[in-house]
């Protein structure tokens, strides 16, 4: 092989090893499982879909309009946490984040971990979990708790806040150019 591909394959190594994971987070409805996969694909890390790691009795409890306790939320974070730790190379992560604790829960496993905050109105994640409803098990009674629980992590370093109402592709592009400016920082 020659020297050229050696030194590049080596570099991309290490930038492999060096990327940042990061999490895609609101409320319910905010669109963080569209903007997860576009920037999975963006980014060619893997995606972590966080609705996919609940368990069958908090999937239950949604589903009946019952809301999460942080007791609840405890295993799945933890699990969140471990699919973090078991991607060094970087991934793509959906979660709602709502609570600092949870976050920095999530921080734990990775502490580059970077945000991208999905911010929309009640109004509009009411009518987006509403217009769902068929097809997902979160109970449209739930939003209004999401937002009881949110604290909002504007003020966080790594974290970029983005109106969730943008179109889909503006979210993508804005989330992986963010991303970009990190990785070229290592």
């Known amino acids: 092989m020659p020297p050229f591909f050696e030194d590049y394959w080596i570099a991309l190594s290490k930038k492999m090893e060096t990327m940042k994971s ?10 963080k499982s569209s903007v997860g996969a576009r920037v999975a694909a963006a980014t060619g890390m893997p995606l972590v879909e966080g609705d996919d790691h609940h368990s069958p009795a908090n999937r239950s409890k949604m589903q009946q ?7 609840d939320r405890e295993g799945w ?30 921080r ?3 502490p580059d971990l970077l945000f991208a905050f999905l911010e929309i109105s009640r109004t509009d994640a009411q009518a987006r979990v509403t217009a769902r409803a068929a097809s997902h098990f979160f109970s449209t009674s739930l939003v209004d708790n999401q937002f009881a629980t949110l604290q ?19 979210l993508q592009a804005a989330v992986t150019a963010w991303l970009a400016t990190y990785e070229e920082t290592l």
């Open 77 to 106: 974070l933890a699990t969140l946490s471990e699919q973090i730790r078991l991607h060094p190379q970087g991934a793509v992560v959906t979660c709602s984040a709502l609570k600092r604790t949870y976050r920095d829960r999530l």
């Open 152 to 170: 909002s992590p504007t003020c966080e370093a790594g974290v970029l806040t983005l109106n969730a109402m943008q179109p889909l592709d503006g």
């Open 22 to 31: 990061i999490v895609i987070m609101g409320v319910a409805g905010c669109g």
């Open 65 to 71: 309009g019952i809301a999460l306790t942080d007791a």
């Open 108 to 110: 734990a496993a990775a």
